[in-house]
Structures are given as C-alpha cells and as structure tokens.
C-alpha cells in the first residue's frame, strides 16, 4: 500500500479558510443560508467550517445541521455494500426558503449527494442546494452533480482510496492517497 | 467513507429466542434513528422502495396490524393485507399453499399473525420468504417484547439492572415469554406475579423469580407490566371471578400510592379497564403505555429495514 499527502498541516488549514471567504462571498452573513454536513464523515467538515465563519466579527450564529442520509441511499441491498447502519441526523431547523450548504469530505461517485438531496426534502423546499466539498475526486461521477466550492482536485482510479483525517477525531489533519501496491 | 457493516445474525425474525444482545442492541440503535424519522414533518424514507410485504394475519389483532403496516408505509414498501376470516383459508387450504399463493404474486416479506405456536418457525423451513412473527399463539410476539425493551430503555436510561415485573395471565401470553428472554438477554431482573393457576409450572428455568402476591411484586419492581386476562385462550376456569381476579392482582391508585418509590406503568394492550388495570392508572404519569404503541413502529421500522439488508 502506497500513501501519498496530498494536503496536510498549515496548507490544510490555508484551504478551509478559503473556503470560509468564497462562502462569505456569496452568502454575506448567512442571515438566509444553512451549513448541513453530511453523516458520517462530511460533519467533522462542516464543524471546522462553522467554527472558522464563528471567529469573523459580524458572523455570530450560523445555523448548522448535520444530516444522516443512509435510509436514503441507492446502494441499500446491493452486493458489495453490504448493510448501512445509520448515524444521527441533528437538524433543529427547517430549510424552507433558505439557502443549504452542503457539506462532504470527499466527492466521488455523487451518490451520497443525490441522496442527501432526496434527504433533505424532509426538512422543506430549499430556495438553493449549493456543494462544497474537501476533496474532488475529478473524472469519476456517476450522476451529474458537481460541487461549488472546492478544497482541492484529485484525479485518482477507482482502486486508489482517499482519506481525509480530522484533528478532533484522528490528532491530525491530513488529505492522503492510498494506492495497492500490484497497481 | 462508511463503517462496516453490522448485520443482524438471523434473516428472520420469529422469536426474541433466536437473538443475540448484540442484535437487539442494532435493532434499537436502529429505531432511534427511526423515531427521529418519525417526528419530522415528512415521515416516510425511500429504504424499501422495492420490496413488497405481505401483512398475513389468522388471527385478529389492530394495534399490531396497523403499527406494521404503518412501519411499512413509512418505509415506503408495497403492502398487500390478508384476514384469514376472508380468506380461501375457510375453504379448507393449508398454511403452506396460502403463503407460497402470496410469495406467487412476488411478494418479498410475510409478516404473520397465527393462533399456532410456532408457526412461523415451521413456515419459514418451506417458503422462500424472510418472516416476522406478529405473534404465535401462546409462544412468541417479538416485537412486542422489543418494543417493550426499547420503551424501558427510553423511560428509565438502561435495561440492564433494572427490576421487571410482568402480571398476570403469563400461562397465556406470548408477550410475557418474549419479554422474559429479551428482559434476561438485555441484563435485566424479571419477576412473574399471578394466581398460581395462570403462572406456568417450570417458569423458574428461564431464569426468573416468581411471586403470587401483588405488593410484594411492586415492592420489588422498577417496572410493572401488566398482562390482560385472555379469556379466548382459557379452556377451562383458572379462577373464581373476574371480579375476584381484580381485587386480588388489578392495578389501581390505592396500591400504587401504598409504595413508598415510583414505578413505571406498561400494558401491551388492549386494555381491559377495571380488571387487569383502572383507568387512573392507565391513565396517569406513571403509565408508559402511548410511549409503547409509539415505539412499536420505530421498532418494526428497524426490525423490517435490518431484515431487508439481509436480502443482498
């Protein structure tokens, strides 16, 4: 197994406050807009990304929510995806007429994303759904969707995993790609 | 990224017998998510899109009927109901012909009521079809023990540890065996109370303890379940009188106000008010029994959804 760095420790945190500023530059101090992150992985995410906005003067309550969209997924009962056990879904406001952020670690298939779309509808008619995601995994959607706000672009095979690491849960942070030896 | 796959250990569910804690414990993690499902402004998941149930029932019963089919709806399966009172069953068809008529028709789940028990244990040996008991007989109602369990569990923190007491007809109930095994599985103590007649002799073997009088039964106990008197089920006289019956083991204010600590109130229904339970009781903050028909359909929703992913 082979790991590559692809982003780690000041230029990690460099990408997250870019990504604080593009949103800041279309969403002005979020009086319409909603942070949702996206069980399991895409929390830790949208956690770091409140937690920055929260630091800017003039940007103290941001709604923020996070989403479990296992019931919702197409993949339930296929052969290799074996049972999906779902995580909790916090979400104390509803979306109606307001503007989501969805937010994931990893972009791949657009799989997930579809399905929190169809997750989300629980919550009210959104005026907007915009993405943003850590990590795009270019070339490899399966369904058409693709993300506004963007950390960085990865072009990697379907055998090559991508793996992003928080501090909260892993004591670092860190964007690697693993990649099979016989490859 | 997703974390890996926790599975129950059983594709069907027809006793609480054939289950790990670890399986309960998935079943109720899963519910919680369920009743969260439950209380948003649209109640319904896409999981079960493509997969069709049939609710087959010999035996009346409403709350257990709907709370599945709601499960089901809210799951967004295909539902097709069968009354054996309606049914070719009266013609003279046997149980095995009725249900492989139904599995014809490509249907993926039966989830059945019988008057037999075991029936669903001898069905599921010849059908090719994932099964839920909703209650055989004298033998087995899972998910009612389930529900019970995961009403507890909601009510007091925890199961383990905690004192249960389930009275009355236990000779009858399959709601009492159930909640026997799962209470035991799930590390709590159980007590059995009733008129000597209506308490099974070798009881004691499953591993719990056995009281013929009422107060000292709630003394003891952090729970008390209170079983219905099921006169279609009584062949032969077990005791005097109903009236006999409720002065000697039916819940009312004055017993309970005599106990010096608080202790929670269940009824799997349906109720008989003035016998087993007065409706002051039934009817008051200590009673848990809405919580439970509630919870029954998060716990169904589960146990459905669990058994689905099984299917590959």
């Known amino acids: ?183 | 990224m997703t974390a890996s796959p926790r599975q129950l250990s059983t594709n069907h569910l027809l006793g609480i017998k054939d289950l790990q804690a670890t399986d309960i414990e998935l079943i109720f993690e899963t519910a919680d998510n369920f009743k969260d499902v439950l209380n948003r402004p649209i109640k319904k998941v896409p999981s079960l899109r493509d997969i069709t149930i049939a609710n087959v029932f010999f035996e009346n019963s409403t709350r257990t009927r709907l709370s599945f089919e709601l499960a089901e709806k809210r799951l967004s399966a295909d539902i097709i109901n069968f009354a054996a009172s309606s049914s070719s069953v009266s013609k003279g068809e046997t149980l095995i012909d009725t249900v492989n008529n139904i599995l014809a028709m490509k249907v993926d789940m039966i989830v059945m009521r019988h008057p037999y028990p075991g029936a669903g244990v001898f069905l599921s040996k010849h059908v090719n079809a994932q099964l839920v008991n909703a209650g055989d007989g004298a033998h087995e109602h899972p998910t009612q023990a389930l529900l019970d369990a995961f009403s507890i569990r909601e009510r007091l923190g925890d199961v383990a540890g905690k004192k249960v007491a389930i009275i009355g007809d236990i000779l009858h109930s399959r709601v009492a065996l159930s909640n026997i095994l799962c209470l035991r599985k799930l590390g709590a103590e159980v007590m059995v109370c009733g008129p000597t007649t209506l308490i099974p002799r070798y009881i004691g073997s499953l591993g719990v303890k056995v009281e013929y009088d009422l107060l000292a039964a709630l003394k003891w106990c952090d729970v008390a379940n209170m079983l219905r008197i099921q006169l279609e089920r009584q062949d032969i006289a077990y005791f005097p009188s109903l009236r006999e019956y409720s002065m000697l083991y039916g819940l009312n204010k004055k017993i309970l106000d005599s106990l010096d600590k608080e202790i929670t109130i269940m009824h799997p229904g349906p109720i008989n008010r003035g016998v087993e339970i007065t409706s002051d009781v039934a009817d008051s903050h200590h009673s848990i029994i809405l919580d439970q028909v509630e919870n029954g359909v998060a716990i169904r929703m589960a146990v459905l959804y669990l058994l689905a992913g099984k299917r590959g």
Request: aromatic share 8%; with cysteine; charged share 30%.
């Open chain 1, 1 to 183: 197994m082979k790991r590559s760095i692809l982003l780690e420790g000041q230029k990690f945190q460099i990408t997250i406050q870019r990504l604080c500023h593009q949103l800041i530059e279309n969403h002005g101090d979020f009086s319409d807009s909603v942070i949702v992150g996206i069980q399991p992985r895409g929390i830790y995410l949208g956690r770091r990304i409140v937690e920055e906005l929260q630091q800017i003067p003039g940007l103290p309550n941001i709604a923020y929510g996070e989403l479990d969209i296992t019931f919702f997924r197409d993949d339930f009962r296929r052969k290799d995806s074996g049972l999906l056990v779902p995580s909790s879904t916090n979400m104390d406001f509803i979306v109606e007429g307001k503007k989501v952020i969805l937010m994931d670690d990893v972009l791949w298939t657009g799989r997930t994303i579809r399905a929190a779309m169809d997750a989300l509808q629980a919550f009210g008619r959104p005026e907007k759904i915009e993405l943003l995601v850590l990590v795009d995994r270019r070339f490899s959607r399966q369904l058409p969707i693709e993300p506004d706000y963007i950390g960085i672009q990865v072009d990697s095979i379907d055998s090559q995993r991508v793996i992003v690491s928080w501090n909260e849960v892993d004591s670092y942070d860190r964007i690697e790609l693993l990649t099979e030896r016989n490859n």
